[in-house]
């Protein structure tokens, strides 16, 4: 159906992008001060912990931003892809979309620092396009003469939320979109003498990015990818912050605040809802972290203790996370973990609450067991609680 509405992309002044400077300082303020927690606390992590912990965070986003886009990964063949490209041991294969976003993220976190280019963008775009065969650019800007439109409904009632510029004016708009990001960078070559805040900067890049759309398709991740990027660049020490996971639990809110920033270059509002995301997103980091200490600080008091068995239902209900666990294990759940008969599965949960490795709730075939850990939940950040 026709509609009239103008994009920023078509706006005289674009793409110089405004926005209230005073109402994103405390927003700034609150995600520095998350990250450097985060960054000081991963320096508690022991060289093994450390590695398993990037490796959780990269298996996470990656599974997040594809299903950001509606598809659901393996997450267990995303991790053995990861561990793959990190030259570690595995035994599992994975399919194309599990090997493609787990190397595009590995990349992603062994090049944190470098400067964005059209290159690495490129490569981006093969890796998560990987096994596609419907696509006639791949690893390269979209080169069709079709619009390049979002859109939604049937073909009757068609809802255009996005109309992106032709792809004959994508090269150009991408060569100022990363000299831009060279020159905003914190002490990178060609940079300006005050660089912008990494929300403010990761925020405005993914608008951008996502205002241009030049790719056939994998916008939507890679634009992600370079708000990790832009983030980590902004920390005193590269680290990823996982916005993907909150994107996810606020896709709606994520969507619609993208398409009320599309028709105007005022990103104010954009960039608050995008900064709450983004704090919210480093807290559940410091929360994992936090989770993973106290693993090991259970597993330490345990040494020695356990049966095989029971070691193997600890970690499994550990590898869930802390979100993964809340409804608690069952006692049929321990049998099927480890192989276990009723007898011994009795046994083997007694034995593990007498040793406070778990906690029980409730009676009988309604027993539920519990990590014997504190949980750390991170609740959802509004933007009147980060901006004046």
């Not at 595009?104 to 490569?123: A, C, G, I, Q």
């Not at 093969?126 to 419907?134: I, L, Q, S, T, Y």
């Not at 831009?180 to 990178?188: C, D, M, N, P, V």
Request: charged share 25%; aromatic share 8%; hydrophobic share 40%.
């Amino acid at each position: 159906m026709p509609q009239n509405k103008s994009w920023n992309w078509q706006h005289p002044n674009w793409p110089n992008f405004t926005w209230k400077a005073e109402r994103l300082t405390r927003a700034e303020a609150l995600f520095a001060e998350a990250a450097g927690i985060v960054i000081g606390t991963t320096q508690h992590l022991d060289e093994a912990a450390q590695e398993a912990l990037m490796i959780d965070i990269m298996r996470d986003e990656a599974c997040d931003t594809s299903e950001i886009e509606g598809e659901i990964l393996d997450r267990d063949s995303v991790q053995s892809s990861i561990r793959r490209q990190l030259g570690l041991k595995t035994d599992r294969r994975a399919g194309p979309m599990e090997a493609g976003i787990a190397e595009m993220m590995v990349d992603l976190y062994r090049n944190l620092t470098t400067p964005f280019s059209e290159k690495n963008l490129y490569s981006w775009h093969a890796m998560v396009m990987n096994g596609r065969r419907d696509l006639a650019d791949i690893g390269r800007y979209r080169q069709h003469e079709e619009l390049m439109q979002i859109v939604s409904g049937p073909n009757y009632r068609r809802r255009v939320h996005y109309e992106a510029p032709p792809s004959a004016q994508v090269p150009a708009e991408m060569a100022r979109l990363l000299t831009w990001l060279r020159k905003t960078a914190s002490g990178g070559p060609g940079s300006i003498e005050v660089p912008l805040p990494p929300l403010t900067r990761a925020g405005i890049a993914h608008l951008w990015f996502e205002s241009i759309h030049p790719f056939e398709d994998g916008n939507g991740r890679i634009g992600r990818a370079i708000v990790e990027k832009a983030l980590a660049q902004g920390l005193s020490r590269p680290a990823l912050t996982g916005v993907s996971g909150t994107f996810l639990k606020r896709r709606k809110d994520y969507y619609q605040a993208l398409e009320n920033a599309s028709g105007t270059l005022d990103a104010t509002d954009w960039l608050l809802w995008f900064a709450a995301a983004a704090i919210e997103a480093a807290r559940r980091t410091e929360a994992h972290i936090a989770f993973i200490l106290d693993k090991a600080r259970l597993l330490a008091s345990l040494g020695g203790k356990l049966n095989a068995r029971q070691e193997k239902a600890l970690l499994r209900l550990f590898e869930a996370g802390q979100e993964g666990f809340i409804g608690g294990l069952s006692a049929r759940n321990y049998r099927t973990i480890t192989g276990a008969t009723p007898a011994t599965t009795t046994r083997d949960l007694v034995d593990l609450v007498t040793l406070g490795a778990l906690t029980r709730t409730g009676e009988r075939k309604g027993a539920r067991y519990h990590l014997a850990v504190p949980l750390h939940p991170v609740e959802h950040l509004g933007i009147e609680e980060i901006a004046p």
